[in-house]
C-alpha cells in the first residue's frame, strides 16, 4: 500500500512539474502552434515533391507525362531535399519544446486522447524516420535492408497521415494560441533563451544546413556548399556522375567496335545504325540538367539526335501517339530500362546525345550514346543506349 | 481553486475533441492505411520486419537518447557555467552537435566508391573542422561580449 502511495506522490510530484515547464513560453502552446505549423509546411512541400517524383518514376499507364517545362524536375526535387534537410533542427526544436507533454500522467483521459496518442507514435516516428532516410540517401549510407525509394514513400503517406490526425486534434488549441492577444513574453530568464531568441536559433540552424549543402543544385551557392555530396562541376567533361561505366559492367560493350543503335518494336520493320550512321543524322543541341534524386543538378549542352527523328526514320506517322522503351546495356541493377511518355517521346529536345559541351561523351556519362530529355529524373536518363522499342 | 492550480490545469491535456478531430481522424487514418497497405503489397522492395524496426526505433532512439542526452547537456551546463555563459555555450553546443550528427556519414566517408570520384569530392573533415572553427570562434566572441555585459551591470548594481 505505502508503494502504491508513494507511487501515486511521485506521478503527482512528475505532472506538477511538468505543468510548471509548461508554462515556460518555449514550452508552451504558443511555441509548439507556430513551430507546428512551419513543420506542416515543410512536410507537405516534402510529400507533395516527393509524389511529384515517384509519379514520374511510376507513372501510372495513363498519364502522358508532360515534357516541360524543361527544368520542373530539377526545382522540385531540389527543394524537396533542400527542404527535408532543413527540416531537421525544425523537428527537433519542435520535439524539444513540447517534449514535457511526452510524460502526461495518466497517459490518456478519453478514447480519443488515446487514439491522438497513438497516432502520435506514429507521426513521431515517422518524421525522424524520413528525415533520417532521406539524409542517409543522399549522403549514400544504406544501413537498413529495405529499398530505400519503396520504404520512403510508403512511410511518406503514413508519416502525412498521421500529420493530419494531428494537425485536427490541435486545431483548436492551435488557432486558440495563436489568436488570443498574449502580453508581450516577459524578458527571458538570464541563461535563458527568449522565446523569439528560440526561434531566431532555429532558423538560422536551419538556413545554415541549408547553405552547407544547397549548392549541389544551385550552382552560385557552390562554394559554400561544404557538405554536399557533389558538386555540380565536378566530374568528367565538368559534370557528376552517378553510376560509372565500370560500376554498371559495361565497359566492354559500350567499347565495342560492333555496338549498334536498334530501334525496334511496333513498326513496319526494325532499323540500326552505327556510331557513324547516327551522326550522320541530323543533330540538334539542347541545354538541358542532370536532375538527381539524391538533389544535385548540373547542367550540360548536350548535341545528339532527336528521339523523334529517329522515329521518323523508322517510319512512324508524326501524328502516331507513342511509348518508347529506352533500352541500355547494363542488365544488372534496377535502372537498365526507362519510358518515354508520348509527350516525351516527340519532344525534339529528347536526344540521344552523342556530345556534351561540344566533345564526344566520356564513357562514364553514357557513351556511345545516352537519352538526355527535359524534365526527367537522372534515373531515368538512361545511359549506354542500345535500343528503342516502339509501342 | 487558485489561479494558480486554474493555470495549471489548463495545460493539463484533456484530450481531443470536435468536428476538426473527427474529420483530422478520418482523412489521415485513410493515409495511414493507404502507407501500410502499400508497405505489404510491396513487401519485396519495403522489407517490413526491417523496416518497422527503423521506422519505430527512429522515435524510440529520439526520445530514449537524443532527447535524455539534450536534456543532460542543459542540465550540466546549467550547474557548471555561470549564467553570463550560458547561451553562447549551449547554442555553439547544439550546433556542434547538428552538424556533426547530421553530416557524419560524408565525414566519415561511409558512402564513398572509389570508382566514382564525383561522388563526394570535397575535403569534408577539413570542412567539419573549418565550420567547427567559425562556430566556436563565434561563441568566443560573444562569450567576451556577455562577460563585459555582465561586470558592467555587476559594478552598477
Known amino acids: 500500500m505505502t508503494l502504491l502511495d508513494e507511487g501515486r506522490r511521485r506521478a503527482a510530484q512528475m505532472s506538477t512539474r511538468r505543468d510548471e515547464a509548461l508554462t515556460d513560453p518555449l514550452h508552451d502552446e504558443r511555441t509548439a502552434a507556430i513551430l507546428g505549423i512551419a513543420l506542416g509546411i515543410s512536410f507537405a512541400v516534402c510529400f507533395l515533391t516527393g509524389l511529384y517524383s515517384h509519379f514520374l518514376q511510376q507513372p501510372p499507364s495513363w498519364w502522358d507525362v508532360p515534357s516541360g517545362p524543361a527544368g520542373l524536375y530539377r526545382v522540385t526535387q531540389g527543394v524537396h531535399v533542400a527542404t527535408g534537410l532543413a527540416t531537421i533542427p525544425l523537428l527537433l526544436a519542435k520535439l524539444w519544446s513540447v517534449h514535457p507533454r511526452l510524460f502526461a500522467w495518466p497517459p490518456f483521459q478519453s478514447i480519443p486522447h488515446l487514439i491522438e496518442r497513438l497516432f502520435l507514435v506514429v507521426l513521431v516516428s515517422g518524421a525522424v524516420f524520413q528525415l533520417f532516410t532521406g539524409t542517409a540517401n543522399v549522403l549514400r549510407w544504406y544501413p537498413w535492408k529495405f529499398f530505400f525509394p519503396a520504404g520512403h514513400y510508403w512511410v511518406g ?23 488570443r492577444r498574449v502580453r508581450p513574453d516577459p524578458p527571458p530568464r538570464p541563461g535563458h533563451l527568449g522565446r523569439r531568441g528560440f526561434f531566431t536559433a532555429t532558423a538560422v540552424a536551419a538556413g545554415l544546413i541549408t547553405l552547407l549543402t544547397v549548392g549541389q543544385t544551385v ?3 557552390k562554394r559554400f556548399a561544404l557538405f554536399a555530396p557533389r558538386r555540380p562541376d565536378i566530374g568528367p567533361q565538368g559534370l557528376p ?6 560500376e554498371a559492367g559495361v565497359i566492354e560493350s559500350a567499347l565495342d567496335p560492333n555496338w549498334r543503335l536498334r530501334v525496334t518494336g511496333a513498326i513496319h520493320s526494325p ?3 552505327d556510331l557513324d550512321g547516327l551522326r550522320a543524322m541530323p543533330l540538334r543541341t539542347a541545354t538541358l540538367s542532370i536532375a538527381c534524386v539524391e538533389g544535385w543538378s548540373a547542367e550540360g549542352v548536350w ?32 535502372y537498365g530500362r526507362s519510358n518515354l511518355s508520348p509527350s516525351q517521346a516527340r519532344d525534339p529536345d529528347t536526344l540521344l546525345a552523342l556530345d556534351l559541351g561540344g566533345e564526344p561523351l566520356h564513357l562514364d556519362h553514357g557513351a556511345p550514346c545516352r537519352l538526355i530529355g527535359p524534365n526527367r529524373p537522372g534515373v531515368l536518363q538512361t545511359k549506354w543506349v542500345t535500343e528503342l522499342v516502339v509501342s | 481553486m487558485t489561479t494558480a492550480s486554474n493555470r495549471q490545469r489548463s495545460h493539463r491535456d484533456e484530450g481531443p475533441a470536435g468536428a476538426a478531430f473527427w474529420v483530422g481522424l478520418t482523412a489521415g487514418a485513410a493515409l495511414v492505411l493507404v502507407g501500410v497497405v502499400g508497405l505489404f503489397r510491396n513487401s519485396t522492395a519495403t522489407v517490413p520486419a526491417n523496416l518497422f524496426v527503423w521506422l519505430f526505433g527512429a522515435g524510440v532512439v529520439h526520445d530514449a537518447v537524443l532527447l535524455p542526452l539534450l536534456l543532460l547537456a542543459g542540465w550540466v551546463t546549467g550547474r557548471v557555467l555561470p549564467v553570463w555563459a550560458r547561451t553562447p555555450i549551449r547554442l555553439g553546443l547544439a550546433w556542434t552537435a547538428l552538424v556533426t550528427v547530421v553530416f557524419w556519414p ?12 564525383s561522388l563526394f569530392p570535397l575535403d569534408y573533415v577539413q570542412h567539419l573542422v573549418l565550420t567547427l572553427t567559425v562556430t566556436w570562434g563565434l561563441v568566443l566572441v560573444a562569450l567576451v561580449v556577455q562577460y563585459l555585459r555582465h561586470l558592467r551591470e555587476a559594478s552598477r548594481g
Open chain 1, 157 to 179: 503517406w503514413m508519416t502525412i497521415g498521421a500529420m493530419m490526425v494531428h494537425i485536427g486534434s490541435k486545431a483548436p488549441v492551435t488557432s486558440g494560441a495563436l489568436r
Open chain 1, 241 to 246: 556522375v552517378n553510376q560509372t561505366a565500370g
Open chain 1, 303 to 334: 548535341t545528339g539526335v532527336s528521339v523523334t527523328d529517329l522515329l521518323a526514320r523508322a517510319g512512324v506517322a508524326p501524328d502516331r501517339t507513342v511509348r518508347v522503351e529506352v533500352v541500355s546495356l547494363e542488365t544488372n541493377g534496377l
Open chain 2, 106 to 117: 560524408a565525414i566519415r566517408g561511409w558512402g564513398v566508391r572509389a570508382a566514382n570520384p
Open chain 1, 219 to 221: 550552382g552560385p551557392l
Open chain 1, 271 to 273: 532499323i540500326e545504325f
